[in-house]
């Protein structure tokens, strides 16, 4: 018996122990993930010189990232259901490994974008994979934290892999920045391999924590103001996520004329915020639920406040001159709507049961991600056709800013959990009455 008791702890505090490992190895797929996006911006001006490409070209190809994003978000998230996390995370790094192999030496436009276009059906189900294995390792009222941490790790991408990457670039060349991409995802594959397996105690505890969320139809689900609502947000947030990727660095050096190796580091700045914030934010939500603050309010109003408030820093820093306060601007623009991510993947695991979450969840990226393909083309073309490059950056922004603060506003209320629980439990609850009446 003292033995038995004994024991019991010491399996949970193993348990909890190797749930915040996967944690961990998750943001580290994440920061790759990010990394890979966000090379092509911080050598832009490289790119653009050595391929004599114009920015519209370079939109384009900024832009070909996302053109099958969507479809890889949908198709590689419902294999989630039937295939293990370990597998088909290990494979989509190895994939991305892939398209970073033929840019180690000279390319053309066409095998660059065609990368990318790799590239971008490969991360697409990132985001949502990596958070949909976190939620399976945490009962739902202590998610917060560690979907921040998985956040957090894509804002750390760029923190703490663009000045080892410019100085690459300027040191080298771009085409080493890929090669150092490219050894990075294989070591972490291989560890994902290795450490990245359910196990049975996980899996039973997670299942166990989740008593609101039922198993509905996805029809049912998709017609929830949460999702819609989260949807909408996500997408909205996107716009300044993408922007932050494709085209800030090339803005700070060729729209504000700072250096290479001044723009890698001040590149930074929005990335660690958004790292900090993505933490901070799933905290905050956490800690209001545990005084008792309802969800609608700890989950939805907290992903629109952020998002608004990225929206209206947009608009901000297009009105203000270079200098300290443009770059405060910048930093709350390109950092508190990824903050938001956490918060809003929160509200969709406390709705959608964990067989449909991998599903769902690729649906809402794949629907973000759409803004990812507008977005670098939108800024491209006011930049291509302004009188100058300072107004075409200036006119770009605003318009987005906008957009992204009207949005948040009418998104942020259609997010409510509790009714939308009740409303599938009541759902679940019909559909059993009517079965028991039809024996």
Same mark, same amino acid.
């Given at each position: 018996?003292?033995?038995?008791?004994?024991?019991?702890?010491?399996?949970?505090?193993?348990?909890?122990?190797?749930?915040?490992?996967?944690?961990?190895?998750?943001?580290?797929?994440?920061?790759?993930?990010?990394?890979?996006?966000?090379?092509?911006?911080?050598?832009?001006?490289?790119?653009?010189?050595?391929?004599?490409?114009?920015?519209?070209?370079?939109?384009?190809?900024?832009?070909?990232?996302?053109?099958?994003?969507?479809?890889?978000?949908?198709?590689?998230?419902?294999?989630?259901?039937?295939?293990?996390?370990?597998?088909?995370?290990?494979?989509?790094?190895?994939?991305?490994?892939?398209?970073?192999?033929?840019?180690?030496?000279?390319?053309?436009?066409?095998?660059?974008?065609?990368?990318?276009?790799?590239?971008?059906?490969? #991360?697409?189900?990132?985001?949502?994979?990596?958070?949909?294995?976190?939620?399976?390792?945490?009962?739902?009222?202590?998610?917060?934290?560690?979907?921040?941490?998985?956040?957090?790790?894509?804002?750390?991408?760029?923190?703490?892999?663009?000045?080892?990457?410019?100085?690459?670039?300027?040191?080298?060349?771009?085409?080493?920045?890929?090669?150092?991409?490219?050894?990075?995802?294989?070591?972490?594959?291989?560890?994902?391999?290795?450490?990245?397996?359910?196990?049975?105690?996980?899996?039973?505890?997670?299942?166990?924590?989740?008593?609101?969320?039922? #198993?509905?139809?996805?029809?049912?689900?998709?017609?929830?103001?949460?999702?819609?609502?989260?949807?909408?947000?996500?997408?909205?947030?996107?716009?300044?996520?993408?922007?932050?990727?494709?085209?800030?660095?090339?803005?700070?050096?060729?729209?504000?004329?700072?250096?290479?190796?001044?723009?890698?580091?001040?590149?930074?700045?929005?990335?660690?915020?958004?790292?900090?914030?993505?933490?901070?934010?799933?905290?905050?939500?956490?800690?209001?639920?545990?005084?008792?603050?309802?969800?609608?309010?700890?989950?939805?109003?907290?992903?629109?406040?952020?998002?608004?408030?990225?929206?209206?820093?947009?608009?901000?820093?297009?009105?203000?001159?270079?200098?300290?306060?443009?770059?405060?601007?910048?930093?709350?623009?390109?950092?508190?709507?990824?903050?938001?991510?956490?918060?809003?993947?929160?509200?969709?695991?406390?709705?959608?049961?964990?067989?449909?979450?991998?599903?769902?969840?690729?649906?809402?990226?794949?629907?973000?991600?759409?803004?990812?393909?507008?977005?670098?083309?939108?800024?491209?073309?006011?930049?291509?056709?302004?009188?100058?490059?300072?107004?075409?950056?200036?006119?770009?922004?605003?318009?987005?800013?906008?957009?992204?603060?009207?949005?948040?506003?009418?998104?942020?209320?259609?997010?409510?959990?509790?009714?939308?629980?009740?409303?599938?439990?009541?759902?679940?609850?019909?559909?059993?009455?009517?079965?028991?009446?039809?024996?």
């Amino acid at each position: 018996m003292t033995q038995t008791m004994s024991a019991a702890p010491t399996t949970a505090s193993a348990t909890k122990t190797g749930a915040w490992f996967v944690t961990v190895l998750l943001a580290l797929f994440m920061l790759i993930n990010y990394a890979d996006k966000a090379v092509l911006g911080l050598a832009g001006k490289n790119i653009l010189k050595d391929l004599g490409i114009t920015a519209q070209q370079f939109g384009v190809i900024q832009s070909a990232f996302f053109w099958l994003f969507f479809a890889g978000a949908i198709l590689l998230g419902m294999l989630s259901a039937k295939i293990g996390l370990r597998w088909l995370l290990a494979v989509l790094m190895l994939v991305w490994v892939g398209t970073m192999v033929p840019l180690l030496g000279t390319v053309s436009f066409t095998v660059l974008m065609l990368c990318r276009l790799t590239l971008g059906f490969a #991360e697409g189900p990132a985001y949502a994979l990596a958070n949909h294995a976190a939620c399976s390792r945490f009962p739902a009222d202590k998610r917060g934290l560690p979907l921040g941490i998985v956040s957090a790790g894509a804002s750390l991408g760029p923190v703490l892999t663009a000045p080892v990457l410019t100085w690459v670039i300027v040191r080298w060349s771009w085409h080493a920045a890929f090669a150092v991409l490219a050894v990075a995802g294989m070591i972490w594959a291989v560890l994902w391999l290795v450490f990245g397996k359910d196990t049975p105690a996980e899996s039973a505890a997670a299942r166990g924590a989740e008593p609101e969320a039922v #198993e509905v139809p996805l029809t049912a689900l998709i017609k929830s103001g949460t999702l819609i609502g989260v949807a909408l947000l996500m997408f909205f947030g996107y716009w300044s996520t993408t922007l932050k990727v494709a085209w800030l660095p090339l803005y700070l050096s060729d729209g504000l004329g700072y250096s290479t190796l001044a723009t890698g580091r001040l590149v930074m700045i929005p990335y660690a915020v958004a790292a900090i914030g993505s933490i901070s934010a799933g905290a905050l939500s956490t800690r209001l639920l545990a005084k008792g603050v309802s969800r609608r309010v700890a989950r939805g109003y907290l992903t629109g406040v952020l998002v608004l408030a990225s929206g209206i820093a947009m608009c901000g820093f297009t009105l203000v001159g270079r200098g300290m306060l443009q770059m405060v601007l910048i930093t709350l623009a390109f950092s508190l709507n990824t903050a938001s991510y956490a918060v809003a993947v929160t509200a969709v695991a406390d709705v959608v049961h964990p067989r449909k979450r991998g599903t769902v969840m690729g649906g809402l990226v794949a629907v973000s991600s759409i803004a990812g393909v507008i977005s670098p083309l939108v800024l491209g073309y006011f930049v291509g056709h302004a009188a100058n490059k300072v107004a075409g950056y200036s006119q770009g922004f605003a318009l987005v800013g906008v957009l992204i603060a009207v949005g948040s506003v009418f998104a942020t209320f259609m997010v409510h959990p509790e009714r939308d629980l009740a409303k599938l439990r009541a759902r679940v609850q019909d559909s059993a009455r009517v079965q028991e009446c039809a024996r």
